[in-house]
């Protein structure tokens, strides 16, 4: 009767290309999620020069827009477009720009993918973030209930 041994034959190659195998599909996994962050984060980090004394917001919108590539999202009804904004930014990140634009008004903004969905704030608004002067967040308020 013959014997036959793993190391002998075709098991050697069997075994080593499932081995193969169960090392890259992770690695394949976690690249594609590093690109998804990657994007966001690019998204995030879109910077903008701009410098205009009493212009249409809807001004400040467009320019944006051209240079970041992000859209603006919001509802005719609750942003009132003919309100005359002064704002200067000199390769400030998209965050800080939008932080100056609508302090001190009730318009909230949420980033996503590349669109910026503006809305009126509510009692029940997101967490706002403190930023440094370097744009960095420092902690995350929240309301108290």
Do not use: W
Not at 48 to 66: E, G, H, K, P
Not at 89 to 98: H, K, N, S, V
């Amino acid at each position: 009767m013959k014997k036959t041994y793993l190391a002998a034959g075709r098991g050697v190659h069997a075994v080593s290309a499932c081995f193969r195998c169960l090392f890259l599909i992770p690695i394949f996994v976690l690249g594609c999620f590093g690109a998804h962050a990657a994007a966001q984060t690019q998204q995030s980090v879109s910077r903008v020069s701009l410098d205009v004394r009493d212009a249409a917001i809807v001004n400040v919108f467009q320019t944006v827009q051209q240079q970041t590539g992000c859209s603006f999202v919001y509802n005719t009804s609750d942003i009132d477009t003919d309100r005359k904004v002064t704002v200067s930014a000199q390769d400030e990140p998209l965050t800080a720009l939008l932080d100056k634009l609508f302090a001190g008004s009730d318009i909230a903004y949420t980033l996503r993918d590349k669109h910026i969905v503006l809305s009126k704030k509510t009692k029940n608004s997101p967490p706002t973030t403190l930023r440094a002067e370097s744009a960095e967040p420092l902690r995350t308020l929240r309301a108290c209930r």
